[in-house]
């Protein structure tokens, strides 16, 4: 056997649900790994209201406190969003090349430290810079995780086990909620030191490293690499007669996903607050409770994927999705409820917006051979960041004109249906039935 993989096979056949504990280990290594790498994503969006203005001198809860946070709350997503991008096309052609385990150690390491760093960031530019340091990271620890938990588990279970696999970023959100919650509003003492909170919120973004180190001494790289490690992947080999068209529909099913989500997401922490003002509540009471419903509804809507992706097949589970997205922004924001039925609406929001993404750590995987998987998976994942990144950017400057930004977000509703065009054009192949190639 190469002296480099662990066979799940050549474990003792002592299985819980359909895996070996060296597999259910394997899982649970890139479940942390995700789940972790969504942990560190959203800090800032979730400090952004204290943090942009300490940093930038502002009086918070004024009228110009809360445009430069909109701008900016924008204007950093869209550049994690770019740098998420292309930690994703790099790191993912580099665990093709050195391997799955040792890409998800490096790519943890670089989103964890940089995390840390930017609680001693002393301005705006250098917080900017370490949080595009940080989205390297980020954006290619999708790839590796991915493909590790595909290429490891048996072929049977890999559709349930590649969308329990996305069930850590809900998880990752709870944990970013309760931590932000913890520092701005339940501790008194650092609550009351705004400068002091929001930096503390960014130092427990170093938990992961600590993670990473203790994943990479227990999980060896899957033989199905190892067996394809001498074939050496080119971007130029996504784009082969054989592989354009999937490459192509697993980008457009990505981008559109990614769209949606990241330009509800990334205001969600700001409409709470908006809407805890209408109602005369304590801000960070609603911004918990708009997360965590949010959170609550993706959880559900990643684990059905499952069973409407084997009953249906990849291309109506998208479509029903994209639908379903739309339905929700639209319901959510396009009429006049009072701002607490608003709060659990974006639950259905997460059901349907973030629910989808249940589907992507099996479904691209699914598309392309060993020798590609990391670089395509992470090419089709990722790019779509680049067309994503133009939507918070562009509704942080519409916000910033004074406009709500809740009359701005329900006009995202329009962002799920061109998934549908899409779909009508023949984008996104159907792999229902196939076996792992």
Not at 45 to 51: A, D, E, G, L, T
Not at 204 to 219: C, D, F, M
Request: proline share 5%.
């Amino acid at each position: 056997m190469n002296n480099i993989a662990l066979s799940a096979t050549a474990q003792p056949r002592r299985e819980f649900a359909g895996l070996s504990p060296y597999q259910w280990l394997v899982f649970f290594a890139a479940w942390l790994g995700w789940g972790f790498d969504v942990f560190d994503g959203l800090l800032f969006n979730y400090v952004s209201p204290i943090c942009v203005p300490d940093l930038l001198h502002l009086t918070p809860g004024t009228a110009v406190a809360r445009g430069a946070t909109t701008f900016w709350t924008g204007a950093l997503t869209s550049a994690l969003l770019l740098g998420w991008a292309l930690g994703g096309v790099l790191f993912g052609r580099l665990a093709d090349r050195i391997g799955r385990t040792r890409t998800l150690l490096i790519t943890m390491l670089t989103y964890a430290l940089a995390t840390l760093a930017c609680a001693f960031a002393p301005n705006l530019a250098v917080l900017a810079a370490f949080r595009f340091i940080a989205s390297l990271g980020i954006g290619g620890e999708w790839a590796a995780g991915a493909a590790l938990v595909a290429e490891t588990v048996p072929e049977k279970k890999r559709v349930q086990f590649g969308a329990l696999l996305y069930t850590s970023a809900p998880a990752g959100l709870f944990l970013a909620t309760y931590v932000n919650d913890l520092f701005t509003r339940q501790l008194s003492v650092v609550a009351s030191n705004p400068s002091l909170s929001w930096r503390l919120v960014f130092a427990t973004g170093l938990i992961p490293a600590i993670v990473a180190v203790a994943i990479r001494w227990k999980v060896k790289e899957p033989e199905r690499w190892a067996d394809a490690r001498t074939e050496h992947a080119k971007l130029a080999d996504l784009f082969t007669p054989a592989m354009r068209g999937r490459t192509l529909g697993g980008l457009a099913m990505a981008a559109t996903a990614l769209v949606t989500w990241w330009s509800c997401n990334a205001f969600i922490p700001m409409i709470a607050r908006l809407l805890a003002e209408d109602a005369h509540q304590p801000p960070a009471k609603f911004v918990t409770i708009a997360t965590s419903a949010f959170n609550l509804g993706g959880l559900l809507g990643t684990l059905l994927t499952v069973p409407i992706a084997l009953w249906l097949g990849r291309r109506a589970m998208f479509a029903l999705y994209f639908l379903s997205s739309s339905a929700a922004i639209w319901l959510a924001f396009g009429f006049a409820f009072p701002p607490e039925t608003r709060l659990y609406l974006i639950g259905l929001i997460g059901l349907t917006v973030f629910g989808v993404f249940g589907s992507f750590t099996f479904y691209l995987p699914e598309l392309f051979p060993t020798h590609l998987r990391g670089t395509g998976s992470g090419f089709c994942y990722n790019t779509g960041r680049i067309i994503t990144a133009a939507g918070p950017i562009a509704v942080g400057v519409i916000a910033q004109s004074g406009q709500n930004p809740i009359d701005i977000v329900r006009w995202v509703a329009l962002a799920p249906l061109m998934g549908i065009v899409f779909l009508l054009l023949g984008l996104g192949a159907e792999t229902r039935g196939e076996t792992l190639a």
